[in-house]
């Protein structure tokens, strides 16, 4: 899977391990590394499994102090950062997601900088594009200008986490996530979370009305997908070029992925009723070039929209 395996002897911490990408992520890196070896954090508790399977501990990431406690209790190595406010939540309280979203990275850079930390992942998002981005394979290099709160934020930790490794030497890893589709946690108030939704409400109800016009094009990607390039990147002995690495796997539109599911649903139907998400979208890329991750360390996504589909509707129809 890569071309260094970290020392299995090590400890990863996850911050924020309740949240949609946190819960799945600390569950794998437990079956690589051992249950023992990897302890799960947040604010709040997480689902059974995460709680139960190996060391779990209440945690503000905020308080810098806090997470120094908790670094030296465990003799961490490895720190994966996902903490974020969502795009949709950030709108609604800019200054609050600003805060939370940067003081939480901040800290865990400081850390890493004194030389307790040896390596972290933070997450970036496609959301760092705007509207003067092309918006058809989107470049890894090309304008940057952001026009959402979450993405501002998001650009200026790409920028913190580029200086803190070209100043201090710290090892940051990061990924541009598109939209992240999983069963197994509900999102978080992303403008691309109709695309879980849907899933639930063609089970229930055999209908679904979208907050996004029919023909909205977003890069998405199924959750195995984005862990297991979560895993790799940092899994890779030295990063070729960049901090932060365009991803892709899928581009759909609402109308697109209704079509999917009637195949496997034929009543299922839907409307449109776009909201304030629809201008976040809009503002977003289509689809993503993401050579420079496939050729620096072998990024390659495995889940194509058909199959997608089978595992969401499967999937939930066993947890609903």
Request: aromatic content about 10%.
């Amino acid at each position: 899977m890569s071309d260094q395996i970290t020392d299995m002897n090590s400890k990863i911490l996850i911050i924020g391990s309740s949240g949609q990408i946190g819960t799945e992520l600390v569950l794998s890196l437990r079956k690589i590394y051992g249950n023992e070896n990897v302890v799960a954090s947040d604010i709040r508790k997480g689902n059974y499994e995460v709680m139960e399977s190996g060391p779990f501990e209440f945690l503000d990431v905020t308080n810098k102090e806090e997470i120094g406690k908790v670094i030296d209790k465990y003799q961490i190595k490895e720190v994966y950062l996902m903490v974020a406010i969502l795009s949709v939540i950030a709108e609604q309280n800019p200054k609050m997601a600003w805060d939370l979203n940067m003081s939480s990275l901040f800290n865990i850079l400081d850390l890493a900088r004194s030389g307790t930390i040896k390596k972290v992942f933070w997450p970036s998002s496609i959301a760092v594009f705007g509207p003067d981005t092309p918006k058809q394979n989107t470049p890894q290099d090309t304008i940057i200008k952001p026009s959402t709160v979450y993405g501002i934020s998001k650009l200026a930790g790409e920028n913190w986490c580029a200086y803190y490794a070209n100043k201090y030497g710290v090892d940051v890893r990061s990924l541009r996530y598109p939209g992240l589709i999983s069963y197994k946690t509900t999102p978080g108030g992303g403008t691309t979370d109709y695309a879980v939704e849907i899933f639930y409400e063609a089970i229930r109800r055999k209908s679904y009305t979208s907050f996004l016009s029919e023909n909205t094009t977003l890069p998405m990607m199924y959750m195995d997908d984005a862990i297991n390039a979560t895993i790799s990147l940092m899994q890779k002995e030295e990063l070729e070029t960049y901090v932060s690495y365009n991803i892709g796997a899928l581009s759909f539109s609402p109308a697109e992925l209704a079509e999917a599911i009637r195949k496997q649903i034929p009543e299922f139907t839907i409307g449109y009723k776009p909201d304030a998400r629809q201008q976040i979208a809009d503002s977003w890329p289509q689809s993503i070039d993401d050579s420079s991750a496939r050729e620096d360390w072998g990024w390659e996504p495995k889940t194509d929209l058909d199959e997608m589909v089978r595992i969401m509707l499967l999937g939930l129809h066993y947890s609903i």
